[in-house]
């Protein structure tokens, strides 16, 4: 019996990892919770269901067509575990978010009704690689978007999704943004791009010195009295990472009190 105690113990030890990796799998069959940044969750319209299993969907035929912005490219690497979804119609429209990881089932990530558009993916229920589309309205017509592939990089990335900054509208003032993966100030002025804020709100940022771990970029408003009372101003910035060739955005608010 000495003989088989070592065989039996190998083989108490496969069971036991199988186990682990039964549960492991089980575990990434739900998506990660939504992060809430400093309090601050995207508005209900544009967030899906934290902590709960994204509902299996069946496609309706629909003809393709893209709205316009729709944001990541196809091909494109992003660098956050979580990132956006963003696109506008040229009305208001109920649009909603689908996406998929084999091509064959499809999963709704959230509804979002209006003119401008955002919602999140989190690569963490769909591993590193995604395909997505778009379903909305135009002219009373129901439209898809043509499906979309992105994976996820290593690359410069925004430890926030959204940002909201309150302003009293008077004295110009900079608030600050942080960025993990890369010095700031290491990358090129042309790997920052913002838009989406109103024509009447000029806004800047100025990258700040930091290291290979990450730094703060100081934004600020020039005229800071265009903020309107109420929601204010949304936009986002967005980073491109030319070393990783990797993309990131996230959405700036400011807001009046």
């Known amino acids: 019996m000495g003989k088989f105690k070592p065989l039996l ?17 089980l575990l990434r069959d ?3 919770p939504w992060p809430q ?11 899906p269901a934290s902590g709960q299993q994204y509902e299996i969907v069946n496609l309706d035929p629909r003809p393709t067509s893209d709205p316009v912005y729709l944001w990541p490219d196809e091909g494109k690497r992003m660098s956050s575990p979580e990132f956006w979804v963003m696109w506008k119609t040229q009305s208001f429209s109920d649009c909603r978010l689908i996406a998929t990881k084999d091509g064959k089932l499809w999963h709704e990530l959230g509804n979002t009704g209006g003119k401008s558009h955002y919602l999140g993916v989190d690569f963490g229920f769909f591993g590193s690689k995604v395909t997505f589309c778009v379903d909305f309205t135009q002219d ?8 979309r592939t992105v994976t996820l990089g290593t690359g410069a990335w925004f430890d926030r999704r959204q940002y909201t900054f ?3 509208g008077n004295d110009q003032t900079f608030f600050t943004a942080h960025l993990f993966g890369r010095d ?7 790997g920052f791009l913002h838009g989406w804020f109103t024509d009447d709100l000029v806004v800047y940022y100025s990258p700040q010195p930091g290291d290979s771990n990450g730094g703060d970029i100081k934004l600020g408003v020039s005229n800071p009295g265009a903020i309107a009372q109420g ?3 949304l936009g986002f910035l967005e980073v491109y990472d030319d070393v990783g060739n990797t993309y990131d955005r996230t959405m700036i608010q400011f807001k009046r009190p």
């Open 9 to 25: 113990a190998s083989l108490a030890t496969i069971a036991v990892a199988m186990l682990l990796l039964l549960g492991w799998s």
């Open 30 to 32: 739900k998506p990660a």
């Open 37 to 47: 940044d400093n309090g601050v969750a995207p508005p209900p319209s544009n967030r």
């Open 140 to 147: 009373g017509k129901k439209y898809r978007s043509k499906p």
């Open 166 to 168: 309150v302003h009293d």
């Open 184 to 190: 700031p100030a290491r990358i090129s002025t042309r």
């Open 231 to 233: 929601d204010g101003g």
